[in-house]
């Protein structure tokens, strides 16, 4: 059985010491390694630091709990979107078991959630994919409500992601809406630009350019809007752009 930090006593004291100084070191060592219950480095150094290491997927299915159950109760559509997960990542039975265990466990919130998000403080690819993850559960209920978006944005806080980063990830998250029918679709395109059919390229532009202006997230942001103005400004952009990519295919125009 191995103590590291026994051996670390041992080690300290004798430098200190030789070998009265190794005893009493390793003395000291063990009643750490007692009240740690640590018998690896990694497990030692994490809870120095602040709490146990918690994995990936754990951690992601703890955020995937807490926040489906943020709406008051967890529905069906929120334990067919953590098995949607479960797929995507091609969890094997065991895994699987564990990942259900800690949606369960991921209700309530605690200090084990707070420890693996800020483990990762900084790691930013792992910190968009957790955030993705997230926003693919708050939609899975319906649009997010304000204490899923606020969630959402203490996590990536935690993460060191930025307010417009967390908001601008929901992209992609929300389920597709039923395709509407080409002629439908040009011309809400162009209601939505606020241009006609006779309008000129030059004046579909401009009129994009405009709206843009007005709604883009970072601009708001600065201005210090609130989370669920950036939102809907986040989402508005995206359709400006949707429309204005439409038109312009139809109008063949660059």
Known sequence: MFWPGTLVGVIAGWALASIPGAMLGALLGQVLDRRLKQRTWAGLFDQLRGGPRVGDQELLFLLLGRL???RGRVIDAHIQQARAEMQRLQLDDK???QAIDAFGRGKLGGELLDAGLHQRHGQEATAEGLIQACWRMAWAGGAPNAAQK???LQWGDSLGLSRSRVLALSAGAEPPKPPAKPRESYTAALRLLGVTL???????KRAYRKLISQNHPDKLEGLGASPERIAAATSRTREIQDAYLLVRQRRGFR
């Open 150 to 152: 606020n969630l959402l």
């Open 198 to 204: 006779e309008s000129e390229p030059e004046e579909i």
């Open 95 to 97: 895994a699987r078991r």
């Open 68 to 70: 489906a159950k943020s």
